[in-house]
Nanobody, 117 residues
Framework: QLQASGGGSVQAGDSLRLSCAASGRTSGIANMGWFRQAPGKEREFVASIMWTSGTTYYRDSVKGRFTISRDKLKNTVALQMNSPKPEDTAVYYC????????????WGQGTQVTVSS
């Protein structure tokens, strides 16, 4: 089970931190990620992190502004959003992929991020 938090309304250029807590069976996590979906658009990948190695991946439009991190002891993943832009406005979802699974198989409930100019 994944529980996301930290969304809200911010001005462009401010900072916002999203957090996602994983509970239950967490020993089989391969990687965790953040996705987002803006109104009228498809859900898109934002960032992910490999659970063991910590290797990170980002979509091009957030590179240098967003940072994904994880705390293996607390089973949490965070998305630090620096210098957000109005086009970052969306519902953000955290997700996890279990070892051996080809795609993300657990999803959080989503948290709204609104960036105003």
């Amino acid at each position: 089970q994944l529980q996301a938090s930290g969304g809200g309304s911010v001005q462009a250029g401010d900072s916002l931190r999203l957090s996602c807590a994983a509970s239950g069976r967490t020993s089989g996590i391969a990687n965790m990620g953040w996705f987002r979906q803006a109104p009228g658009k498809e859900r898109e990948f934002v960032a992910s992190i490999m659970w063991t190695s910590g290797t990170t991946y980002y979509r091009d439009s957030v590179k240098g502004r967003f940072t994904i991190s994880r705390d293996k002891l607390k089973n949490t993943v965070a998305l630090q959003m620096n210098s957000p832009k109005p086009e970052d406005t969306a519902v953000y979802y955290c997700a996890s992929r279990s070892i051996g699974r080809p795609s993300y198989d657990y999803w959080g409930q989503g948290t709204q991020v609104t960036v105003s100019s």
